[in-house]
């Protein structure tokens, strides 16, 4: 049982457009929702999270948007560049949960130049 | 300052071998994960910590064994491996205070294979 779902399995975007990943989830208790970024060979690293008080955050040409009544959150990558070619994975976790991370499927970005 | 280091970096194992993977990190972290990714799956928890001395269970348990002898240190243990543990292993930790969340830093991974 996937608790968190993530849409596409892969994507490929000409450099300057825009990426959108999306997820969702069941679980109403969940409260903090990473994006991870993973190269190949690479352990994952935090690149952008929010949680439900707000409905998006802006870091740079990264950006969550979240939909706290339709329990969707979503990453857009403005102005995709052939070195964001990477897999990300959504999660989320629990308040008090000992920081335990569900993580989603990943979606690998190609990104042509 | 290394952040989270694993070792080995690879491995091949023949069924029913036995094996410890270790995972170290140096910025005094209290909680530590054990994860295995595959393919299609993203990353599953196998086991954790919240301090010295102290583990409990993840999603996927069945089959690994750790232990935090030391605060720095989280051991992941195979005692008699399957093909179906082929993996890239993980291991992260994170900071913690009271019931806040913070960023997971993550090791670098060992692939093991079962053969």
């Known amino acids: 049982q996937q608790q968190v779902k993530q849409s596409p399995q892969s994507l490929i975007v000409q450099k300057g457009g825009i990426s959108i990943i999306n997820c969702a989830y069941e679980n109403t208790a969940f409260d903090y929702f990473p994006w991870y970024q993973q190269f190949p060979g690479k352990g994952p690293a935090l690149l952008i999270a929010i949680r439900p008080d707000v409905s998006e955050k802006k870091e740079g040409r990264f950006t969550i948007s979240f939909n706290k009544s339709a329990k969707q959150f979503s990453l857009h990558i403005m102005d995709s560049q052939p070195g964001d070619s990477a897999t990300y994975f959504c999660a989320a976790s629990v308040a008090g949960g000992y920081n335990k991370l569900i993580f989603g499927a990943g979606t690998r970005l190609a990104v042509h130049p | 300052n290394a952040g989270v280091t694993q070792t080995p970096k690879f491995r091949v194992l023949k069924t029913g071998q036995s094996m410890t993977l270790l995972c170290a990190q140096d910025m005094n972290h209290e909680y530590m994960y054990w994860y295995r990714q595959d393919p299609g799956m993203g990353l599953r928890l196998i086991h954790y910590s919240v301090g010295e001395g102290t583990t409990a269970k993840g999603e996927v348990p069945d089959g690994y064994n750790v232990s935090r002898l030391k605060k720095q240190n989280f051991l992941l243990g195979l005692e008699s491996a399957a093909p179906s543990q082929t993996s890239v292993y993980f291991c992260?930790?994170?900071?913690?205070?009271?019931?806040?969340?913070?960023?997971?830093?993550f090791g670098p991974g060992t692939r093991l294979t079962v053969t």
């Open positions: 992260a930790s994170t900071l913690t205070a009271g019931t806040s969340t913070y960023e997971q830093y």
